[in-house]
């Protein structure tokens, strides 16, 4: 159990920016960013060319890897003195593979209000776009950089029945994909680069696929999320066949919709609001008057 926030300090907001478009940043983190007393960021260099374009002047702070312990104090000092204080990483939401879980579990700790913001995660993002099952995800960020390491990692995650995602760079990320393959066998899996800009470009099908795609380049360069499908996960269009026909089957004996959408979510896994749709539109053409034909004259 935490205590109350103080009422006299600060709010600790955590604000996502953008991971590559931006226009992608939201109307509240602009108000949020522009109205703090600090602004705690990875770069300055790169927070101010995000900022000075929206008109905003607030005060800029490094927070990194390097002085995250140290800053974190002077941070939480401000906050305790009524300062409200940013959090923000150079691109998508603090805390992901980014500097900032000290400050937070501090200012927590210190009975002051942590705030976060929604917005942009390549995470999500990738996720979605991966056309790999949803419903169920694991993310692990970036594997050891030494191949021996990274082997080892996967071996660890052999076992998990959920989709992984993982961050590469782009020197890595044909070893990393072609370990995968090798570790994890030859799953299905997505490779998204340089997601939100204008080079956006999605690799999808077999992890052997994707490696040949990734070796057929002259260079590899760009950002590098890495969506692979779980272990012993059913291909979509297997969830969505025997979604269909458990419907069809609880339909013929009577099953309520709601009975029928507990179930068929209960055994595929997908996403609630497709089972939904998916059982509202069964149960509505088995009600339709079966089509009239025109008989012999």
């Not at 602004?39 to 990194?64: F, K, M, N, Q």
């Not at 694991?138 to 959920?162: K, N, T």
């Not at 779980?230 to 025997?242: I, M, R, V, W, Y």
Request: aromatic share 4%; glycine share 8%.
């Amino acid at each position: 159990m935490t205590s109350a926030p103080d009422p006299v300090a600060g709010t600790l907001y955590l604000v996502p920016t953008p991971i590559g478009n931006p226009r992608d940043i939201t109307l509240r983190a602009i108000d949020v960013l522009d109205r703090v007393s600090i602004v705690a960021c990875e770069d300055t260099r790169h927070a101010r060319s995000l900022l000075r374009p929206l008109g905003i002047g607030s005060r800029l702070v490094s927070y990194h890897d390097h002085n995250e312990e140290s800053r974190s104090q002077q941070l939480l000092a401000a906050l305790r003195d009524g300062a409200d204080v940013a959090l923000v990483s150079d691109a998508g939401t603090p805390l992901v593979n980014d500097p900032g879980y000290r400050v937070v579990t501090a200012a927590i700790a210190a009975g002051i209000r942590v705030c976060p913001l929604p917005g942009t995660s390549a995470v999500t993002t990738a996720l979605i776009g991966s056309g790999l099952p949803v419903h169920r995800f694991h993310y692990v960020g970036f594997l050891p950089r030494r191949a021996a390491g990274r082997r080892a990692a996967l071996e660890g995650m052999r076992g998990i029945d959920a989709t992984l995602i993982f961050f590469e760079a782009p020197h890595r990320v044909l070893a990393a994909v072609q370990d995968m393959r090798d570790v994890l066998g030859d799953r299905p899996a997505a490779l998204a680069r340089n997601l939100t800009k204008a080079d956006e470009a999605f690799v999808r099908g077999p992890l052997s696929a994707v490696a040949g795609e990734l070796a057929a380049q002259d260079a590899v360069r760009g950002q590098y999320t890495v969506i692979v499908g779980g272990a012993d996960q059913d291909s979509p269009d297997d969830a969505l066949t025997l979604a269909d026909r458990l419907t069809e089957a609880l339909l013929r004996q009577g099953a309520g919709s709601r009975l029928i959408h507990e179930v068929v979510r209960e055994v595929t896994g997908l996403p609630r609001n497709w089972v939904y749709e998916r059982v509202q539109l069964a149960a509505q053409q088995r009600e339709k008057p079966p089509a009239r034909t025109a008989g012999r004259s």
